[in-house]
């Protein structure tokens, strides 16, 4: 008989009822160090006391009027994010998977507002966008499309990182490039400055809009408010959700002006997106999370995180490969299968998240302690000891 729950996931047998900081406690009461954050998503981590109350003030006023109405909360968060990003504008949704959506809409009415019959959009393997039918079909991987066909046609996958496929691809006809400056569902594996500042000068020669998805790895994950700024360069469209609610469903496609004229009175839409509740919270995640001192922060706690990392791969060469990443998005690339290191976690009450490519994500919420930093680099010393060969 199919479960009142439609059994699309492999569910670990744990159940949290609350959470404080970087620990999740589970309904016996145990507690757990959280090192995935929900998959970045608490930024701030478990009943963040200011994400709590702006939440329960806006509760206690209203929490949904519809996009048939101005919505001042929406308005505050939209103010924030243009005037913190590249962007001119910015389209809340409730989710990546949404704002990936509206990013492939977008491109494509742009080119259509010219007359243009520009459609193809060039993505990269290893590519995580969301599950939407749109969205599985610009990422392509057989995992995610098997028995789900026909695809949304207009999309060509090419090898991760290889800018000499891109050069030979993209072309006057090319509507867009995206890409994940750092890609979190295919393992952790960041795109190098100078290869982001190419793939913008190439969208420049040709005209093709560069679409950054920073759903993963925008929002501080990085250190610096998105990652595309550690390059440099500005997208023209780009994709967030994850730590912009720091737990609440929220998203946004942000956008140049130029790239979002075609979008107008009608072309899209939304019941929930941009709702009082989730855009007073996303309003306060920003004014903590784009402050320079919090950012700061970050970049000092991801140098320490990773210098005891550097420790507990070296004490485990059978089980750790090396390290990736960047800020507090890292990734334990392992000799061992990901997953069995999770579980190795849950035994030691620690929670981390598994990924493509033999890696192990370690995202914790930015905010997290450094005395929890050292207590989640013994817990996951622990872990591996119980693989060690």
């Known amino acids: 008989m199919i479960p009142h729950v439609l059994p699309t996931y492999n569910r670990a047998d744990l159940a949290f009822e609350r959470g ?6 589970t309904t016996d009461g145990t507690r757990y160090l959280d090192l995935g954050a929900g998959i970045a998503v608490n930024a701030l981590g478990h009943a963040n006391p200011a994400l709590v109350a702006a939440l329960t003030e806006q509760a206690g006023r209203i929490w949904h ?19 913190n990003t590249f962007a001119d504008t910015a389209f809340l949704t409730n989710s990546g998977t949404e704002a990936a959506e509206l990013a492939i809409k977008m491109v494509r009415k742009h080119w259509a507002e010219q007359g243009d019959d520009r459609f193809e959009i060039l993505t990269f393997e290893g590519a995580f966008h ?44 090319t509507a867009a490039v995206m890409i994940e400056p750092i890609q979190g569902e295919g393992g952790i594996r960041p795109l190098s400055d100078e290869d982001l500042r190419l793939i913008r000068a190439l969208c420049d020669q040709t005209g093709a809009l560069l679409v950054l998805d920073e759903v993963q790895c925008g929002m501080g994950r990085t250190g610096k408010l998105f990652a595309h700024e550690y390059a440099g360069v500005a997208p023209d469209i780009m994709m967030v959700a994850k730590g912009i609610g720091g737990g609440f469903p929220l998203g946004a496609v942000l956008a140049t002006e130029s790239a979002a004229a075609g979008m107008v009175a009608g072309t899209h839409g939304s019941t929930y997106g941009g709702n009082p509740l989730a855009c007073a919270v996303g309003a306060k995640v920003m004014e903590i999370i784009a402050a320079p001192e919090f950012l700061a922060e970050v970049n000092r706690k991801a140098g320490l995180f990773r210098q005891k990392l550097e420790g507990l791969v070296a004490a485990h060469p059978d089980v750790f490969e090396g390290i990736r990443g960047q800020g507090l998005m890292l990734g334990l690339k392992c000799r061992v299968a990901p997953g069995d290191l999770v579980k190795a976690g849950y035994a ?6 598994p990924a493509a490519d033999d890696t192990l994500r370690l995202l914790p919420p930015l905010n997290i302690s450094d005395e929890d930093i050292s207590e989640a680099v013994a817990r996951l010393d622990r872990a591996a000891g119980r693989l060690d060969g």
């Open 20 to 25: 404080e900081g970087s620990w999740a406690i």
């Open 65 to 83: 009027v519809s996009n048939l109405y101005h919505i001042p909360e929406q308005e505050r968060l939209a103010d924030l994010l243009v005037e």
């Open 130 to 173: 969301g599950r939407s039918t749109g969205a599985i079909a610009a990422a392509g991987s057989e995992k995610m499309v098997k028995g789900f066909g026909p695809l949304m046609p207009g999309f060509r996958q090419l090898p991760w990182g290889d800018m000499d496929a891109l050069k030979a691809a993209i072309s006057d006809r």
């Open 348 to 353: 030691e009450q620690i929670l981390t998240v």
